[in-house]
C-alpha cells in the first residue's frame, strides 16, 4: 500500500504504462497502471464499416468498436461511432492522424484524440493532482473532494539550482566550462567541470527534492548544464528528474507567436519526471499566486504542478471545460468545427461593440467613489447562461432571456457547460476572497489564492471569443458584453436617481460623486444588485484623484489615472511607474513625485504641492547629471516583435541586437533585449547602447536622452496642470546648466 500527494503523471511509453508520483513530504513512490486510452470517429454508417474493416487489419490496433455516443454538447441523443484503441498509448495521435488524412480532413469527424494524457488517465481514475490518495496495487483510492476550500496543502521538499559559468565572463555562453553549482545553500566547486556536475547531481538525489526551482531555467540553465555534461562525456549519468528511464529532452520546443497585439516567447519546457520544476522567471502563474495559487489551480483543472506552471490561466480553464465536458459523457471534439455564421455589416456595428465605456473629465477631482461589480462578466454568464449550447437554441426561441440589442434567445431548459465550470469557481474566488479580508484567516495566503482565481475569471470571457477555444462561440462572447453594457447603464440610472454624479465609467467600474442630497452608499449598492442581479461592491473612497489624458487624442484615457484613498493609499494606473520595460530609476522618479502629492488632502493642497513634487524629480535630474546613479537602474527592458533583419530603422533596439549577435547570442521575435543609452545619436551601434550582459558600470550614460525620459514621466502626473514635456524639459536643461557650471569636470556614473 503505498499513499501520498499526486505530483506528476506522465506515460512509459517502453513499458506503455502511466508512471504517477505519490509525495508525502518523506520520500516519493513510482507507482505504474496499464492504461489504453481510445479515440472515436464520426461519419456516415458506410463511412464507418468501411473503415472499421481497414482498421482492424493495422497491427498499430487492439480493438474497434462501434457503440453509440453523445458528440454535441447539449445534445443528449447518441450517435453511432467507431471506437478505436491502440496497442499502445503513443499510436493514438498516430493513428488519428492517419484516420484524418484518409477522409481528406473532411470526411471524418475525431473526438477525444488531443485530450491531456495525464488529466484524462486522472479523471478516469477519480483522483486529481496534488490530491491525497493511497495506490492498492490495482487501483487508486482517495477520499478528498476536489473542489474543497480546505484541504491539506502537500508537504513539498524543495531545493533552488543555478549554475555558473566561469567567473569572469557574466554571460554564460555554452562554450566556457561550468565553474560551480549552487544548490539551495551549498555551493559545489570540484577540481574540474565532470565532477562539480557530477558531486551535483549526487547532492541533488541525497536532497531528493519535489521541486526544483530555477531562473531562466528552461531558457538556458538546464540546456547549458545539458550540453555541459555532453562535452563532457557524462549526458547519460545526468538525470535531475527522478525516472531514470526518462532522459532529458523539451517536452516542448521554443516559438514565437502573436497573441492580442503583440509577439510572445515561448521557452521551451523542460520538465522533470518524477519532480516539479518550476522556472520562476517565465511562470506566469507562480509570479501572479505563488506556489499555493499554482498548486490550487493545479488541483481543481487536473494539470500537473510543472506543466501548469508554463500554461496560462486560459489552459487552466480550458481544461476544466473539457473534464466537466468528460464528466457528463460527451466526447471532446478533435477540432473545433463551430464557425461563425455570417452577419451583416449593420448586425456587426450592433454586435461587435465591447463593454461601455465613459470618458472621464481630465484633471483632479475630489470626494471620488469608486464602485466595482464583482467578476462582473463570469456573473454574467452564471445570471443568464450563457455558454455555447444554449446561445440560439432550437428548445427555446420563445425563451424569456433575450440578449439585449442583439435579440439573441438562450436556452432556460438545460444548464450550460460553461455555467458548470463557473459555479464553482466563482464561489472558490468569493470565499478566497472573504478570507483575504477576515482577521481570523491568514490574510497574505488567502490573498495570494483569490489573486490566482482572479486570472481564471478574467480569462473566461475571453476564451469565448477565441477562435481556437474547443466550447468557444463569437455569439457568447457578444452576448456577455450586451448584458454587461445593460447592466452598467442601469447601474448608473440608479447612480443618477440616488444623488451622485457619475465621473467615469469602464466595462465594470464607476467612478461616482456624491451631491448635497444623497442616499447612503450601502443603501446605494443593494438597490443596484437587486436591480441588476449582480452584486456591486465598494472598492473605495478617494480624497482625490486625477484622470489622465489620452496621448494620442488629449481626451480622458481610459484607464490612466492615479489617487489617494482615505487611509493614505495610493493607487496607480496606466503610467511608466506600472510598465514592465521602465527602468528602476524612472519608477523611483514617479514613485517620489506621487509620494509627495499624496500627503495632500484636497485639491487645493494638491496644486500647492507641484512644485514639490517638481524639485523631487529635479532632485533625481541632478543624480543623472551629477553621476551619481546606478547604472543598473538606468537598463531599459524592451520585447522586440522580429528579427534583426526586418528593422529598416537603426534605433536603439536594433543597436542592441547588433551587439547581442556580436557575442553570439540571436534574440527571437517576443524575447526582450537589455541596455542603458550611451549616446542616442551616434552613428555607431556599439557606441549608442550597451546591452545589461556586457555592462561594466563605469559607462558614461547620455545625459540628455535621461532627462527627456525624466521629463515624460513628470508630464504623465502633470500635464492635466500645464506641466508638458517641453517645459519640464527646459527646466531640467536649467538645471543641468546650474549643476555644469559648479563643477569642472562631470564625473563618471558608477555602480554604487
Same mark, same amino acid.
Given at each position: 500500500?503505498?499513499?501520498?500527494?499526486?505530483l506528476?503523471?506522465?506515460?512509459?511509453?517502453?513499458?506503455n $504504462?502511466?508512471v504517477?508520483?505519490l509525495?508525502?513530504g518523506?520520500?516519493?513512490?513510482?507507482? !505504474?497502471?496499464?492504461?489504453?486510452?481510445?479515440?472515436?470517429?464520426?461519419?456516415?454508417s458506410t463511412?464507418?464499416?468501411?473503415?472499421?474493416?481497414?482498421?482492424?487489419?493495422l497491427?498499430? $490496433?487492439?480493438?474497434i468498436?462501434?457503440?453509440r455516443?453523445?458528440?454535441?454538447l447539449g445534445?443528449?441523443?447518441?450517435?453511432?461511432?467507431?471506437?478505436v484503441?491502440?496497442?499502445? =498509448?503513443?499510436?493514438l495521435?498516430?493513428?488519428?492522424?492517419m484516420?484524418?488524412?484518409?477522409?481528406?480532413?473532411?470526411?471524418?469527424?475525431l473526438?477525444?484524440v488531443?485530450?491531456r494524457?495525464?488529466?484524462?488517465?486522472?479523471?478516469?481514475?477519480?483522483?486529481?493532482?496534488?490530491?491525497? *490518495?493511497?495506490?492498492?496495487?490495482?487501483?487508486?483510492?482517495?477520499k478528498?473532494? /476536489?473542489?474543497?476550500?480546505?484541504?491539506?496543502f502537500?508537504?513539498?521538499?524543495?531545493a533552488?539550482?543555478?549554475i555558473?559559468?566561469?567567473?569572469?565572463h557574466?554571460l554564460?555562453?555554452? #562554450?566556457?566550462?561550468?565553474?560551480?553549482?549552487?544548490?539551495?545553500?551549498t555551493?559545489?566547486?570540484?577540481?574540474?567541470?565532470?565532477?562539480t556536475i557530477?558531486?551535483?547531481?549526487?547532492?541533488?538525489?541525497?536532497?531528493d527534492?519535489?521541486?526544483?526551482?530555477?531562473?531562466?531555467?528552461?531558457? *538556458?540553465?538546464?540546456?547549458?548544464?545539458?550540453h555541459?555534461?555532453?562535452?563532457?562525456?557524462? %549526458?547519460?549519468?545526468?538525470?535531475?528528474g527522478?525516472?531514470?528511464?526518462?532522459r532529458f529532452?523539451? $517536452?516542448? /520546443? #521554443?516559438k514565437?507567436y502573436?497573441?492580442?497585439?503583440?509577439?510572445i516567447y515561448?521557452?521551451?519546457?523542460?520538465t522533470?519526471s518524477?519532480?516539479?520544476?518550476?522556472?520562476? #522567471?517565465?511562470?506566469?502563474?507562480?509570479?501572479e499566486?505563488g506556489?499555493?495559487g499554482?498548486?490550487?489551480?493545479s488541483?481543481?483543472?487536473n494539470?500537473?504542478?510543472q506543466?501548469?506552471?508554463?500554461?496560462?490561466?486560459?489552459t487552466?480553464?480550458?481544461?476544466?471545460?473539457v473534464?466537466?465536458?468528460?464528466? %457528463?459523457? +460527451?466526447?471532446?471534439?478533435?477540432?473545433?468545427?463551430?464557425?461563425e455564421?455570417?452577419?451583416?455589416?449593420?448586425?456587426?456595428?450592433?454586435?461587435?461593440?465591447?463593454?461601455?465605456?465613459?470618458?472621464?473629465?481630465?484633471?483632479?477631482?475630489?470626494?471620488i467613489?469608486e464602485?466595482?461589480?464583482?467578476s &462582473?462578466?463570469?456573473?454574467?454568464m452564471?445570471?443568464?447562461?450563457?455558454?455555447?449550447?444554449?446561445?440560439?437554441?432550437?428548445?427555446?426561441?420563445?425563451?424569456p432571456?433575450?440578449?439585449?440589442?442583439?435579440?439573441?434567445?438562450?436556452?432556460?431548459?438545460?444548464?450550460?457547460?460553461?455555467?458548470?465550470?463557473l459555479e464553482?469557481?466563482?464561489h472558490?474566488?468569493?470565499?478566497?476572497?472573504?478570507?483575504?479580508?477576515n482577521k481570523n484567516?491568514?490574510? !497574505?495566503?488567502y490573498?495570494?489564492l483569490?489573486?490566482?482565481?482572479?486570472?481564471?475569471?478574467?480569462?473566461?470571457?475571453?476564451?469565448?471569443?477565441?477562435?481556437?477555444?474547443?466550447?468557444?462561440?463569437i455569439?457568447? +462572447?457578444?452576448?456577455?458584453?450586451?448584458?454587461?453594457?445593460d447592466?452598467?447603464?442601469?447601474?448608473?440610472?440608479?447612480?443618477e436617481?440616488?444623488?451622485? !454624479?457619475?465621473?467615469?465609467?469602464?466595462?465594470?467600474?464607476?467612478w461616482?460623486?456624491p451631491?448635497?442630497?444623497c442616499v447612503k452608499?450601502f443603501?446605494l449598492?443593494?438597490r443596484?444588485g437587486? @436591480?441588476?442581479?449582480?452584486?456591486?461592491?465598494?472598492?473605495?473612497?478617494?480624497r482625490w484623484?486625477?484622470?489622465?489624458p489620452?496621448?494620442?487624442?488629449?481626451?480622458g484615457?481610459?484607464?490612466?489615472?492615479?489617487?489617494?484613498?482615505?487611509?493614505?493609499?495610493?493607487k *496607480?494606473?496606466g503610467?511608466?511607474l506600472?510598465?514592465?520595460?521602465?527602468?528602476k530609476?524612472?519608477k523611483?522618479?514617479?514613485?517620489?513625485m506621487?509620494?509627495?502629492?499624496?500627503?495632500?488632502?484636497n485639491?487645493?493642497?494638491?496644486?500647492?504641492?507641484?512644485?514639490?513634487? =517638481?524639485?523631487e524629480? /529635479?532632485? +533625481?535630474?541632478?543624480?543623472?547629471?551629477?553621476? %551619481?546613479?546606478d547604472?543598473n537602474n538606468?537598463?531599459?527592458?524592451?520585447?522586440?516583435?522580429?528579427g534583426?533583419?526586418?528593422?529598416? *530603422?537603426?534605433?536603439?533596439?536594433? #543597436?542592441? @541586437? @547588433?551587439?547581442?549577435?556580436?557575442?553570439?547570442?540571436?534574440?527571437?521575435?517576443g524575447?526582450s $533585449?537589455r541596455?542603458?543609452v550611451?549616446?542616442?545619436?551616434s552613428?555607431n551601434?556599439?557606441?549608442?547602447?550597451?546591452?545589461?550582459? @556586457?555592462i561594466?558600470g563605469?559607462?558614461?550614460?547620455d545625459v540628455?536622452?535621461?532627462?527627456?525620459?525624466?521629463?515624460?514621466?513628470? !508630464?504623465?502626473?502633470?500635464?492635466?496642470?500645464?506641466?508638458?514635456?517641453?517645459?519640464? /524639459?527646459?527646466?531640467?536643461q536649467?538645471?543641468k +546648466?546650474?549643476e555644469r &557650471?559648479?563643477?569642472?569636470?562631470?564625473?563618471?556614473?558608477?555602480?554604487?
Amino acid at each position: 500500500m503505498s499513499s501520498g500527494n499526486i505530483l506528476d503523471v506522465y506515460p512509459d511509453h517502453k513499458k506503455n $504504462v502511466m508512471v504517477t508520483w505519490l509525495v508525502d513530504g518523506y520520500r516519493a513512490k513510482r507507482v !505504474e497502471d496499464r492504461y489504453e486510452p481510445s479515440f472515436y470517429v464520426y461519419a456516415d454508417s458506410t463511412d464507418l464499416y468501411r473503415l472499421a474493416s481497414i482498421l482492424q487489419d493495422l497491427p498499430q $490496433v487492439k480493438l474497434i468498436n462501434l457503440t453509440r455516443e453523445k458528440i454535441t454538447l447539449g445534445k443528449e441523443n447518441k450517435k453511432l461511432v467507431l471506437e478505436v484503441t491502440p496497442k499502445k =498509448i503513443i499510436d493514438l495521435r498516430r493513428l488519428a492522424d492517419m484516420i484524418d488524412s484518409w477522409g481528406k480532413y473532411h470526411r471524418y469527424h475525431l473526438f477525444n484524440v488531443d485530450l491531456r494524457l495525464s488529466s484524462r488517465y486522472l479523471q478516469s481514475r477519480h483522483v486529481f493532482c496534488n490530491g491525497f *490518495v493511497r495506490w492498492d496495487g490495482n487501483k487508486f483510492n482517495c477520499k478528498e473532494d /476536489q473542489w474543497t476550500i480546505d484541504y491539506n496543502f502537500p508537504h513539498f521538499k524543495m531545493a533552488r539550482l543555478n549554475i555558473e559559468s566561469e567567473k569572469k565572463h557574466r554571460l554564460t555562453a555554452f #562554450s566556457r566550462p561550468i565553474s560551480s553549482i549552487v544548490v539551495n545553500s551549498t555551493f559545489i566547486e570540484e577540481e574540474n567541470e565532470t565532477d562539480t556536475i557530477l558531486s551535483a547531481i549526487k547532492h541533488i538525489k541525497e536532497i531528493d527534492p519535489d521541486i526544483i526551482y530555477t531562473f531562466n531555467g528552461d531558457d *538556458v540553465l538546464l540546456p547549458f548544464l545539458y550540453h555541459r555534461a555532453e562535452t563532457c562525456g557524462i %549526458k547519460d549519468m545526468v538525470n535531475l528528474g527522478r525516472d531514470d528511464h526518462q532522459r532529458f529532452s523539451p $517536452v516542448k /520546443q #521554443s516559438k514565437s507567436y502573436f497573441s492580442y497585439g503583440q509577439i510572445i516567447y515561448r521557452p521551451a519546457f523542460y520538465t522533470l519526471s518524477g519532480r516539479a520544476h518550476i522556472d520562476t #522567471s517565465s511562470s506566469f502563474m507562480y509570479g501572479e499566486s505563488g506556489l499555493r495559487g499554482l498548486v490550487d489551480i493545479s488541483r481543481c483543472s487536473n494539470i500537473p504542478l510543472q506543466l501548469l506552471s508554463r500554461l496560462g490561466p486560459g489552459t487552466a480553464i480550458s481544461q476544466m471545460q473539457v473534464n466537466k465536458a468528460v464528466e %457528463k459523457n +460527451y466526447l471532446v471534439p478533435w477540432k473545433k468545427n463551430m464557425p461563425e455564421g455570417w452577419k451583416s455589416a449593420i448586425d456587426l456595428l450592433v454586435s461587435d461593440r465591447g463593454g461601455l465605456i465613459l470618458d472621464p473629465a481630465v484633471g483632479i477631482h475630489e470626494d471620488i467613489i469608486e464602485l466595482d461589480y464583482a467578476s &462582473l462578466y463570469p456573473n454574467v454568464m452564471l445570471k443568464f447562461n450563457i455558454s455555447p449550447e444554449t446561445m440560439l437554441c432550437d428548445c427555446c426561441r420563445d425563451s424569456p432571456i433575450q440578449v439585449p440589442q442583439l435579440d439573441y434567445n438562450i436556452c432556460v431548459r438545460k444548464k450550460g457547460l460553461l455555467v458548470e465550470v463557473l459555479e464553482p469557481v466563482l464561489h472558490r474566488r468569493f470565499c478566497y476572497k472573504a478570507r483575504s479580508k477576515n482577521k481570523n484567516y491568514e490574510k !497574505e495566503l488567502y490573498k495570494e489564492l483569490q489573486l490566482a482565481w482572479k486570472w481564471i475569471l478574467l480569462v473566461c470571457f475571453g476564451y469565448t471569443g477565441y477562435r481556437n477555444a474547443r466550447y468557444g462561440r463569437i455569439e457568447c +462572447y457578444e452576448s456577455i458584453t450586451a448584458f454587461s453594457r445593460d447592466v452598467l447603464i442601469k447601474a448608473i440610472e440608479v447612480v443618477e436617481t440616488s444623488g451622485y !454624479e457619475v465621473i467615469h465609467g469602464i466595462i465594470d467600474s464607476l467612478w461616482i460623486k456624491p451631491r448635497t442630497d444623497c442616499v447612503k452608499l450601502f443603501n446605494l449598492t443593494r438597490r443596484i444588485g437587486n @436591480l441588476t442581479g449582480v452584486k456591486m461592491d465598494i472598492e473605495g473612497h478617494y480624497r482625490w484623484i486625477v484622470f489622465l489624458p489620452s496621448k494620442q487624442t488629449g481626451v480622458g484615457a481610459l484607464n490612466r489615472y492615479y489617487g489617494v484613498f482615505d487611509n493614505g493609499e495610493l493607487k *496607480v494606473r496606466g503610467i511608466e511607474l506600472r510598465q514592465r520595460n521602465t527602468p528602476k530609476f524612472l519608477k523611483d522618479v514617479q514613485h517620489s513625485m506621487l509620494m509627495v502629492l499624496s500627503k495632500a488632502d484636497n485639491a487645493k493642497q494638491f496644486h500647492e504641492m507641484i512644485p514639490s513634487a =517638481i524639485d523631487e524629480m /529635479q532632485n +533625481y535630474a541632478k543624480d543623472i547629471i551629477r553621476g %551619481k546613479a546606478d547604472v543598473n537602474n538606468l537598463i531599459f527592458k524592451n520585447r522586440i516583435s522580429k528579427g534583426i533583419s526586418e528593422y529598416k *530603422v537603426n534605433n536603439l533596439v536594433k #543597436s542592441a @541586437l @547588433l551587439q547581442l549577435r556580436d557575442i553570439g547570442i540571436n534574440v527571437e521575435p517576443g524575447q526582450s $533585449v537589455r541596455y542603458i543609452v550611451l549616446d542616442e545619436h551616434s552613428s555607431n551601434y556599439k557606441e549608442r547602447v550597451c546591452i545589461a550582459e @556586457l555592462i561594466r558600470g563605469d559607462e558614461n550614460v547620455d545625459v540628455d536622452y535621461y532627462l527627456r525620459q525624466i521629463a515624460k514621466c513628470g !508630464e504623465s502626473i502633470l500635464v492635466p496642470f500645464g506641466y508638458t514635456i517641453e517645459k519640464l /524639459q527646459d527646466m531640467l536643461q536649467k538645471t543641468k +546648466y546650474r549643476e555644469r &557650471l559648479n563643477v569642472s569636470i562631470l564625473p563618471r556614473i558608477r555602480v554604487n
